[in-house]
């Protein structure tokens, strides 16, 4: 860590500035960070490490925008409008595999499972995803669900040339299925799930396909950012990561802070709905077997090399990426600091 950072952090971190208040503000890298959807539970937690003052404690300021799916954000970072990001690593695998010069990587894994799913009527002809053949599934273009869902479909015995994709707003997607003028959507299932149970169908009457439940294995979330920002850039990268993992950690301990933290900035938002979706994501996502033992981002390389595999497998793409190419962990706060 560079000594200089290290001094700011902890000066901070303790309430104190390095001269002038005007000064250490103006010194202050400023990092600006995209999510992957609307404020919602799963990314809340970029909120709470803004509310509670730890990139402030960190030497950075912090510029956190909502998102429009998964898929826009390492085209975003890669155009330069936003420094860092969250969200699914399987679209970022797809973007670079597709542009290998435009350096997006990933700094942190938060999901040790991908939310990616198809959901269906559980009353319908749909019963394992090999019936997903000559169905109409509804996504908006940018959601990682549809982008990987030849990948999805490889793994699955799928012929995905016999899926026909019906591109939506988000906003539609849902209602399509619920109106039945789709047979299904893609998705993450802490969205879509819940988005149909809001319309009038029930968890209990959706038939959820989770990806990893059909061969699929890869990982999910990710702090996302460029190596060119890393190049200008190391001790911001360094802070918000740090930064965004205390407010990730912090929000799976204390889960009503993180909807009092997400009311707050978001005055609209269901708490019981929220509260759900977290618990959701807890359960299908976050916590396996792998984080209770080793804490956040322990990234298992052989896996990830998999999942990079299968992604470019699932669109005909040579030559192969490397792991060390979509993830580094040089900038995650030690293992003691990454444990449940």
Known sequence: MVPGFTRRAALLAAGGTLGAPGLARAQAPRVRIMLDWAFQSPNAFALVAREKGYFRAAGVEVQVDRGQGGGAVPVALAGGSYDMGYADINPTIRFMAENPGRGIVAVAVLHDRSPLCAIVRADGPIRTPKDL???????????????????????AGIDAAKVTFLSVTPA?????????????????????????????????????????????????GAILTTRAFIQRNPD????????????????????????????RVEPLTDVALERERHELNLERVIMTDNVRANGISAVDPARLQAGIVAVEDAYNMTPRLQGSQIYTTDFLPPAAERRI
């Open 133 to 155: 053949e000559g169905k109409r599934l509804a996504a908006p273009d940018f959601d990682a669900g549809r982008q990987l869902f030849p990948a999805f479909a490889k793994a």
């Open 172 to 220: 539609l997607r849902e209602p399509m299925l619920v109106r039945r003028e789709a047979d299904g959507v893609t998705g993450f299932v802490t969205t879509s799930a819940l988005a149909l149970k809001g319309i009038g169908l029930p968890i209990n009457q959706q038939r959820t396909m989770m990806y990893y439940d059909h061969g699929l294995n890869l990982y999910g």
């Open 236 to 263: 911001a990268v360094r802070g918000a990561t740090a930064a965004l993992m205390k407010g990730f950690i912090e929000s799976i301990r204390n889960s009503q802070d993180m909807l009092d933290v997400l009311k």
